[in-house]
């Protein structure tokens, strides 16, 4: 495919600007993988990474998109042959390597991952960063003891990407869940993907003077940060665990040390972009099989690269629900 459509985002002074273009193979950077994109996704990062003052991108022209999956078109690496159906995302995609809003991309073999053989491409990219943070996020408060019985777990951000995959696996796994949103519209699609109860984000954003609430949560899963996190470290049953992967509301926490000296509260740091490569195999394999949540099709709004920079104004806007996956091969705009 020597010519391609790729989302492209350039900095002229203080402003970037965000086009459709029509790039070639040799624009693109040193990678051993060569992958036809079929699917991509919008995550908020990706909205920040179009932003001039977003502090994600950090080369231009860029172009993004933080994940993909696809098939190999040629490599010269000999863990991955023509024809293979892979996944990549994290590390510099999107970033400061062209990311997977192309149809067209060349990656560092280190940062590909075999696409399981129960998922599809669309289905790996519902899922997504977003979703691969949700199941990260389950994982590790499953390492910290939570099992399903022990109390509610607290959802944040819920009608986002994160927090809608967050409700869907830990329902599936039969936790009872609390989705906490600000979206006064998606109390009925939250209870369809597995939340048991609904509680506004007024209530989880508020500010207090006390240092420690009435402990509720057994765990929380909170991409949302802020004063949402605050609030969690405050009213979290003893000994509970909150995986920490996002600000979409904040990035200052103003708590005491308190949640951690009295109730044994623990702050479990979630990053997803720089796990080793064959620990994402791991959860992706998971995530193929016994995390693969039923009601993926509920979560999902497909859209055409063409239709990807009003997406990504929506995103900043927490103005999405579930995920936003983007057809590249094939789609309207696409060669
Ligand atoms: N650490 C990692 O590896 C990793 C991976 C993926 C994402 N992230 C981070 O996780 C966060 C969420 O990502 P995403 O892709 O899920 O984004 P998203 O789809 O936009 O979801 C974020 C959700 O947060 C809520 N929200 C938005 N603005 C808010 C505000 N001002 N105060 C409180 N809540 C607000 C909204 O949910 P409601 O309307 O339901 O309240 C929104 O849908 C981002 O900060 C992202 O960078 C980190």
């Given amino acids: 495919m020597p010519h391609f459509q790729a989302l492209v985002v350039r900095r002229s002074g203080d ?13 693109l950077v040193a990678g051993e993988v060569a992958i036809r994109v079929e699917y991509s996704s919008i995550n908020y990062k990706d909205g920040l990474a179009a932003r ?15 994940d993909m999956a696809g098939t190999v078109s040629d490599s010269q690496d000999e863990r991955f042959r023509p024809g293979d159906h892979v996944i990549a995302h994290g590390y510099e995609l999107g970033v400061s390597h062209h990311g997977g809003l192309a149809a067209q991309a ?12 129960h998922l599809t491409a669309r289905e790996a990219m519902a899922i997504g960063t977003a979703g691969f943070t949700a199941a990260l996020s389950v994982d590790r408060l499953e390492l910290m003891g939570l099992r399903p019985g022990r109390g509610p777990v607290l959802v944040t951000g819920a009608s986002g990407g994160v927090g809608s995959m967050a409700v869907a696996l830990l329902a599936a796994k039969g936790y009872e869940v609390t989705a906490s949103t600000g ?11 597995g939340a048991s109860d609904v509680v506004n984000r007024s209530e989880t954003v508020a500010e207090s003077a006390k240092a420690l609430e009435r402990g509720r949560w057994a765990a929380a899963v909170d991409a949302v940060g802020g004063p949402s996190l605050a609030y969690i470290l405050r009213t979290m049953a003893y000994g509970g665990s909150v995986a920490v992967s996002g600000n979409a509301g904040g990035a200052d926490v103003r708590t005491t040390v308190f949640p951690f000296i009295l109730r044994g509260v623990n702050v479990l740091g979630i990053d997803s972009a720089n796990m080793p490569v064959q620990e994402r195999s791991v959860v992706w394999q998971r995530l193929a099989a016994e995390l693969k949540p039923a009601c993926l099709e509920l979560m999902i709004h497909e859209i055409a690269l063409s239709e990807a920079p009003r997406a990504l ?3 900043l806007e927490g103005r999405v629900r579930g995920r936003t996956v983007v057809k590249v091969a094939g789609s309207p705009s696409s060669s």
């Fill in 52 to 66: 001039a003052d977003g502090n994600v991108a950090r080369v231009y022209p860029l172009i993004l998109g933080i």
């Fill in 15 to 27: 402003a970037t600007t965000l086009a459709i273009e029509e790039w070639q193979d040799d624009q």
């Fill in 183 to 193: 979206s006064q519209d998606a109390h009925e699609y939250l209870r369809q993907i």
């Fill in 313 to 315: 104004e929506a995103v």
């Fill in 106 to 117: 060349r990656v560092p073999a280190s940062w590909v991952v075999p696409l399981p053989s």
